[in-house]
């Protein structure tokens, strides 16, 4: 992150970057997922080519815990990314996890495998799938390029 100007914005990611490792290292998971998301919004902004991965896509979101403690929202529209801390109508595609751990574990696996934690009952979802291994692509991909 370094080789970035220190412009506001990039101090700002880095708020959330650091968020992110310490609600990992702390087991503070129902704010991760929001962290998260929010870290991946200021990097839409700041980096032309992860900004491409949502070009012309437009998604409906929510993510959630089975027993409701983890609710977001997030909604990709003409090249903007929202995230929103309750439960949208009309979504693309509904995510539950297990639990927080579960979340976590799955979008920093190294080689996420969606089905099978389908099959494992880890993860449900109502709506499109293809949505999931979209999302699962962009946070690997902020993942890598942080070495979070």
């Known amino acids: 992150m370094s080789s970035i100007a220190e412009s506001p914005q990039n101090l700002l ?33 700041l980096d032309w080519d992860f900004r491409r991965n949502i070009e012309n896509f437009n998604g409906r979101y929510v993510f959630k815990s089975r027993d409701g403690s983890i609710v977001t929202s997030t909604i990709f529209a003409d090249g903007i990314m929202e995230v ?10 509904t995510i539950t996890f297990k639990d927080g751990k579960t979340l976590m574990e799955f979008l920093f696996d190294r080689n996420p495998d ?35």
């Open 13 to 45: 990611l880095g708020q959330h970057l650091k968020m992110i490792k310490t609600c990992v290292e702390s087991g503070l998971l129902d704010k991760f997922l929001e962290t998260l998301l929010n870290a991946m919004s200021i990097f839409f902004l």
């Open 84 to 93: 929103l801390d309750y439960e949208i109508d009309d979504s693309d595609i």
């Open 114 to 148: 969606v089905i099978n934690s389908i099959l494992n009952n880890e993860i449900t979802y109502e709506g499109n799938l293809t949505y999931m291994f979209k999302f699962a692509y962009m946070a690997k991909h902020l993942q890598l390029l942080f070495e979070l």
